[in-house]
């Protein structure tokens, strides 16, 4: 039986060996998959603003798939045109596109390319700040989709790399590593400087083609070497072989005391894949046994994932008194539904917070841990997207105070149900997230001491710089000392600057040829895309 999937959307996050510092273009509005060029559309008639329903066109296809899937389901595609997979998706969009009104509606005939015409299917309505308020509008070929949901596991060296900046002169980090993996076997760790990539110049070299081969393996079994600079200032040169790595969610754990509290701290960086649920519940077992004081929660570099394992980690920051009878979050679909989810046909409910496992990977009979606090900090960045984001909405809904340490979130309070047609799966925006006091509007994102939402609270908490001098978890890394300073006093203190930009450096980027930027590249875009997606979850709920 095919699977209907439910996700938030985020963008500019992790994958295998990929993280990217927000900016610019944003995510790609296209698939990263090459089409092969389509037959021109006939046999439909278009007259603006009437709509025949999706379903009269599903599944027709100009060149329908035989057989089964990768988990055996077998395609439900018959013989049709061109026409009828364009005219599923102006009916589609129609019917379930958050802001659906706002679609101009054009003649579908008058297209040859059916991602040209996707990409015609959504709004140009702008956020506060001038963002385009839809940026998550894209397609993925719907085999490579399947190999990413049922996959935890990808290519890579196990270092995530952080394109702190991605144009001569350049600034590679490595911003984490996963255990076990060839970079760890290595000795790499956070902080460490990429200076060179199969002796290509990486600061300011200009063959990005080389650089990117390098620094983004799309199989197991590369060998490439790294000139890199260490957090001690020395010198060395490195083979790293590509393998097939699993990102462990949960990268670190630990507790320490300081000014006289003991202290939790979770480095977390995905809500997928389904192992989430488990290493979550690992984690704070260990820090309920610890009777911490205070809890940090470091999702900078979390993208987000399934909506579930996010309310289950909310409910664990919380607690039963805190959470009992209320909803960490309802989804809001477009005006047509009514009381109904348009892609489900369901009833919508509310999202409680799941206080047991939901069987991920945890038992619905396991009760889930929890440090039952009224406060906690989260370290952010503009990596930290959707289900992180969610899990901030969802405690300032009923009323945990959440401190932000750090940068201003991505902004993403809508998501989308993932939707094969005739091989290609489409992303629209068909829902927003609100939290118990019906908010949800965050699309600029979370920033410490701002306003949240054109007309929100202002955000506890102080704006930081991710600090790639020091460990992850180390007390003495800029966005977790700031978080024990805010905790003993309130205060911000005083900024440190860990930036070594000069003004040469910065104007150069200013003026830097397109072509030189690694984020302009390819199959850079395709790994945000699938850096945006992770695993999801069966209509998310257990």
């Not at 308020?133 to 719907?142: G, I, Q």
């Not at 000795?187 to 110049?201: A, C």
């Not at 920051?317 to 989804?331: D, H, I, K, M």
């Amino acid at each position: 039986m095919a699977k209907t999937w439910i996700l938030r959307a985020g963008t500019c996050l992790t994958t295998a060996a990929f993280l990217a510092a927000c900016g610019g273009s944003g995510s790609s509005s296209t698939s990263p998959i090459s089409q092969q060029p389509t037959p021109q559309p006939s046999g439909n008639t278009w007259t603006q603003g009437q709509f025949s329903p999706a379903s009269q066109f599903k599944n027709e296809c100009a060149a329908p798939r035989s057989g089964s899937d990768a988990n055996g389901n077998a395609f439900s595609d018959v013989a049709g045109t061109l026409s009828d997979e364009l005219f599923w998706l102006r009916s589609w969009s129609n019917e379930t596109y958050l802001w659906y009104n706002e679609i101009t509606d054009r003649n579908p005939n008058g297209f040859s390319n059916k991602l040209n015409y996707f990409d015609e299917l959504k709004t140009t309505a702008t956020t506060a700040s001038g963002n385009a308020r839809d940026r998550f509008h894209f397609t993925y070929d719907s085999a490579e989709w399947l190999d990413i949901t049922t996959s935890g596991s990808s290519s890579g060296y196990g270092a995530q790399f952080a394109l702190v900046t991605s144009s001569p002169p350049r600034d590679i980090r490595v911003a984490y590593i996963e255990p076990n993996s060839p970079a760890s076997q290595a000795g790499l760790t956070r902080g460490v400087k990429i200076l060179s990539v199969d002796g290509v110049d990486a600061i300011n070299g200009s063959d990005t083609d080389t650089l990117n081969a390098g620094l983004f393996p799309t199989t197991a079994s590369e060998t490439h070497s790294f000139g890199i600079e260490r957090l001690d200032g020395s010198h060395a040169t490195i083979s790293l072989t590509s393998a097939t790595v699993t990102q462990a969610p949960v990268n670190a754990v630990s507790t320490f005391d300081q000014n006289g509290r003991t202290y939790g701290y979770v480095h977390f960086t995905t809500f997928s894949p389904r192992t989430a649920e488990l290493a979550l519940f690992e984690a704070f077992e260990q820090l309920q046994t610890a009777n911490i004081d205070d809890l940090v929660l470091d999702l900078r570099y979390n993208g987000g994932g399934l909506l579930a394992i996010a309310s289950q980690l909310s409910y664990m920051v919380a607690g039963p008194s805190r959470t009992s009878g209320l909803n960490f979050e309802t989804l809001q679909f477009n005006d047509k539904s009514g009381g109904t989810n348009p892609v489900t046909g369901q009833q919508i409910s509310p999202t409680p917070f799941y206080n047991t496992g939901v069987g991920f990977t945890v038992p619905s009979s396991r009760q889930a841990p929890t440090v039952s606090k009224p406060r906690v900090f989260v370290l952010t960045t503009s990596r930290s997207c959707s289900a992180s984001e969610a899990v901030i909405n969802g405690l300032r809904g009923i009323d945990v105070e959440v401190i932000q340490i750090g940068g201003q979130t991505c902004g993403k309070p809508y998501g989308f149900y993932a939707t094969d047609n005739c091989g290609t799966t489409y992303f629209t925006i068909q829902f927003r997230g609100v939290n118990n006091k019906n908010f949800g509007d965050y699309a600029d994102g979370f920033a410490p001491a701002q306003p949240v939402g054109t007309l929100g609270d202002v955000m506890p908490g102080c704006p930081v710089s991710d600090d790639f001098t020091k460990l992850l978890g180390d007390p003495t890394e800029t966005m977790l000392s700031t978080a024990i300073a805010y905790a003993s006093n309130g205060v911000c203190p005083t900024p440190t600057s860990v930036s070594t930009k000069t003004a040469q450096d910065l104007a150069a980027q200013i003026n830097a040829d397109p072509a030189l930027d690694l984020r302009n590249d390819p199959r850079i875009r395709a790994l945000e895309i699938a850096a945006t997606l992770g695993e999801t979850a069966e209509d998310n709920q257990p």
